[in-house]
Each structure stands twice: as C-alpha cells, then as structure tokens.
C-alpha cells in the first residue's frame, strides 16, 4: 500500500495523525492498562489504536469491551491464520492503519506508550522516515530483558546483524527493536516478506531499497512484563537466524546453508561409517539418503515457506525432491568414486567437492520445478502473457531468488 502524500523532507513537519499498531497473541489482561496509557499519552492528538490479534485467550472481546468507552478510536483485526507470526501481523495493521504515520508496539506493556509523544516529536524534525525506540542509546535501559543471558543475546544477535547490513543499520543502535515509528509512504509494503519478531530489521533492510530510509532514535527503558508470558523460545531463535541469512543473502544463501549444513551431516555419517568398517561407497549411499530427507524438511520449513501455498501438494514436492536428489546422488556418487580411485584423493574431500558442484542444480531445480506454481485451467492460462522461456525462467529465477534482496 502506498500513499502519495509525503511531509517534504528536511523540514519540520506539522503535527501529525498517528495509528498506534499492537500486534497481540494472548494479551487480555494487558488490553485495557495498554490502551489507557496509549490514551493519555495520546491526549490532544488525532490517533487511533489498531490491534492486530492472532490470540485464542479472550483478547478480541476484551478489546471490544475496552473499547466501547476508550477516549479515542480502538479497532481490531483478528487473523484466522497466523502467517509471518508478529511481523506479519505488523504487515497487515501497516496496510490497514487510517493513518500513514504508524507506531508499532508491543502488547505486553514493556514498550511504555508515554514514550510515543517524543517519537514523534523526534518525527517532527523533518530529517527522518523511522524513529526507532533504543534500549542502546544514552538514556536507554535494557533491563527488562531479565537475565544476563537474554541481555547478552540480545547484544550479540544486535553485533551480528549490524556487521551483516553495516550501509542499511549503522545509524541504528537497536535494530531488533520492536518499538518504532515509520512512515508508510516511504516504505514498499509489498516486499516486506516477515518471519518472527524482527519487523523493523525486515523495513530496513528489504523495504527501504526503493529509498535509503533514514532512522532516527529515542532512548527507552524497556519495562518488565506485567502479565502473559514471552514469546522468546529455541524456535523463534532458529525462524531468526533463517530469517537473517534470507534478508542477507536471498533465497539462494539460505539453501546453501541448509545444504552446507546437510553436507556437514554428510561427510560427518560417511567418516563414521566409513571408519566402522563400511565399504566408502556404501557409506556415501546412506549419508546421501539421510541428509536428502532432512534438507527437504528444511527447505519447506525456511526457504521455500511462502512458495509452499502455490505450489504442488506435499507428497508430490517430497517426491519430486527425492527423486531429483537421488538421481544427482546416483550420478555424483560414481563420480566421486572415480575421483577418489583417479585422483588419489580422500574419499571424504571427493565427497565435498561432489557436493559443491551440485549445489547450483538442486537450487535450480526447487526453485523451477519442486516449488514452481501450480499450472492454471485453460481459462485463467488464456488471460496469461505468453510463458517464458526456459532460458529466462532460469534467469529469472537467479535474478529474484538468489540475488534479492542481498545489500547493494
């Protein structure tokens, strides 16, 4: 969604309208401290609060009774299906906010929404698109965090992530903050593609490439949690790693990790085998077929998830992966045989080497074939441009999968 009106820039920019986005997953006994708060801080403003709600705890009815006598406007959106988990719900309050400035915070109340009048003070200045609220910055507090342990992971991912996109983030202290301001009219709402928690890594990095957004920050005290549990889990650290290295790399970076990752298995089962007692090419055979089923649980899992709805049905994708595998290990495993017997080689290196060579055929083939949509009736195909070509189905393919939407 895109708006045409835009403040000009490097001016100081008149008072501005403000939807306040809360994404919420079980927050009931949060909603009416949330809204009050957001309301006197909101005081004389022209503002809305827009839940976005994926909870089965009560939390719809619950705003609905907040709202009927809250100070200013509070609507609701409840998703039946929680695709792109918290960011995704971001995606959806930024499409369907009345407003083009939008605040984006949490529903735990361990964003203070007193602090959303000087993000938008700081807005006001006229020289920045995303006004950031920063645990990391003079004024700042991050002891809400807990333990040192979520402290010091938190600090890492934040070194991790700013080495990865040094030109994007290196005005920004916090960019794993989920408290933030960003004008949607700068942003290409449509390229956002979140998993997990990081919604503003995902606008800076991928939905600022049509304009380098400039960030400005806030400090802020990041507050306990009053009530509810967090979402934080082994899980949610695993759907950020994956989704980092897609951000950074593109489709193609993050295939090459699982299947670096696969190969490490690989060789790993082949050196054991291999070292029990087992004939190298036996040894290769059932590595191969290990590592074949769990690249494919991966893969659907982190790097082809939004293909997945278009695609063919599951059976039909794990057998065409296995299938298209198991011939490439049919013929790899031959030709690492005779390199090993021509070569002089170390089994275990021809394996490696096998591996790289047939890294770029396998993504070729998911990205074309495994995950490609599913063919139309006759009817819709007649109102479809003519197909492509193979050869620029093959272009295209490395053009948006593996190059998109790594750092220029």
Same mark, same amino acid.
């Given at each position: 969604?895109?708006?045409?009106?835009?403040? &000009?820039?490097?001016?100081?920019?008149?008072?501005?309208?403000?939807?306040?986005?809360?994404? !919420?997953?079980?927050?009931?006994? %949060?909603?009416?401290?949330?809204?009050?708060?957001?309301?006197?801080?909101?005081? =004389?403003?022209?503002? *809305?609060?827009?839940?976005?709600? +994926?909870?089965?705890?009560?939390?719809?009815? *619950?705003?609905?009774?907040?709202?009927?006598?809250?100070?200013?406007?509070?609507?609701?959106?409840?998703?039946?299906? %929680?695709?792109?988990?918290? #960011? #995704?719900?971001?995606?959806? =309050?930024?499409?369907?906010?009345?407003?083009?400035?939008?605040?984006?915070? +949490?529903?735990?109340?361990?964003?203070?929404?007193?602090?959303?009048?000087?993000?938008?003070? &700081?807005?006001?200045?006229?020289?920045?698109?995303?006004?950031?609220?920063?645990?990391?910055?003079?004024?700042?507090?991050?002891?809400?965090?807990? !333990?040192?342990?979520?402290? =010091?992971?938190?600090?890492?991912?934040?070194?991790?992530?700013?080495?990865?996109?040094?030109? &994007?983030?290196?005005?920004?202290?916090?960019?794993?903050?989920?408290?933030?301001?960003? %004008?949607? /009219?700068?942003?290409?709402?449509?390229?956002?593609?979140?998993?997990?928690?990081? $919604?503003?890594?995902? $606008?800076?990095?991928?939905?600022? *490439?049509?304009?380098?957004?400039?960030?400005?920050?806030?400090?802020?005290?990041?507050?306990?949690?009053?009530?509810? !549990?967090?979402?934080?889990?082994?899980?949610?650290?695993?759907?950020?790693?994956?989704?980092?290295?897609?951000?950074?790399?593109?489709?193609?970076?993050?295939?090459?990790?699982?299947?670096?990752?696969?190969?490490?298995?690989? @060789? =790993?089962?082949?050196?054991?085998?291999?070292?029990?007692?087992? +004939?190298?090419?036996?040894?290769?055979?059932?590595?191969?077929?290990?590592? $074949?089923?769990?690249?494919?649980?991966?893969?659907?899992?982190?790097?082809?998830? /939004?293909?997945?709805?278009?695609?063919?049905?599951?059976?039909?994708?794990?057998?065409?992966?296995?299938?298209? %595998?198991?011939?490439?290990?049919?013929?790899?495993?031959?030709?690492?045989?005779?390199?090993?017997?021509?070569?002089? @080689?170390?089994?275990?290196?021809?394996?490696? $080497?096998?591996?790289?060579?047939?890294?770029?055929?396998?993504?070729?083939?998911?990205?074309?074939?495994?995950?490609?949509?599913?063919?139309?009736?006759?009817?819709?195909?007649?109102?479809?441009?003519?197909?492509? !070509?193979?050869?620029?189905?093959?272009?295209?393919?490395?053009?948006?999968?593996?190059?998109?939407?790594?750092?220029?």
């Amino acid at each position: 969604m895109e708006c045409s009106v835009r403040a &000009r820039q490097g001016r100081t920019r008149v008072a501005q309208a403000v939807t306040v986005i809360v994404p !919420t997953f079980n927050e009931r006994d %949060n909603v009416a401290a949330l809204v009050a708060r957001t309301a006197a801080a909101m005081h =004389g403003r022209q503002a *809305e609060i827009l839940f976005v709600d +994926d909870s089965s705890d009560g939390t719809m009815d *619950e705003i609905a009774r907040v709202a009927a006598s809250a100070p200013l406007p509070v609507r609701a959106i409840h998703r039946d299906h %929680n695709v792109g988990g918290l #960011g #995704g719900a971001v995606v959806v =309050g930024l499409r369907e906010a009345t407003y083009d400035v939008c605040v984006i915070m +949490d529903g735990d109340l361990q964003h203070p929404p007193e602090l959303v009048p000087a993000m938008l003070q &700081r807005y006001a200045q006229g020289d920045a698109d995303v006004v950031a609220a920063s645990r990391y910055i003079g004024g700042g507090d991050s002891a809400g965090l807990g !333990t040192a342990v979520r402290l =010091g992971v938190s600090k890492a991912a934040t070194v991790i992530t700013k080495a990865m996109f040094l030109r &994007r983030l290196w005005r920004s202290t916090d960019p794993m903050s989920g408290f933030f301001l960003v %004008n949607r /009219a700068r942003i290409d709402i449509g390229k956002l593609r979140p998993q997990g928690f990081k $919604i503003l890594l995902e $606008i800076l990095v991928r939905a600022g *490439e049509r304009h380098d957004l400039r960030i400005a920050e806030v400090p802020m005290e990041f507050g306990s949690r009053r009530h509810g !549990t967090s979402k934080a889990s082994l899980r949610q650290g695993a759907t950020f790693l994956a989704h980092l290295a897609r951000l950074r790399f593109g489709k193609m970076g993050l295939f090459a990790l699982i299947g670096g990752i696969g190969a490490i298995v690989n @060789i =790993g089962i082949m050196w054991a085998l291999v070292s029990a007692g087992m +004939d190298y090419v036996l040894a290769a055979i059932v590595g191969a077929a290990v590592t $074949i089923v769990g690249n494919f649980i991966l893969q659907e899992r982190f790097v082809f998830h /939004a293909e997945r709805r278009d695609a063919s049905r599951l059976w039909v994708r794990f057998a065409a992966s296995v299938s298209f %595998n198991g011939i490439e290990a049919a013929l790899r495993i031959p030709v690492m045989a005779w390199m090993v017997e021509s070569w002089h @080689i170390s089994s275990v290196l021809a394996t490696a $080497i096998s591996l790289v060579v047939a890294f770029f055929a396998r993504f070729l083939f998911h990205a074309l074939v495994v995950y490609a949509p599913r063919r139309r009736g006759a009817s819709d195909a007649k109102a479809e441009p003519p197909a492509d !070509t193979a050869t620029m189905r093959v272009l295209r393919a490395i053009d948006d999968e593996a190059m998109r939407p790594g750092e220029l």
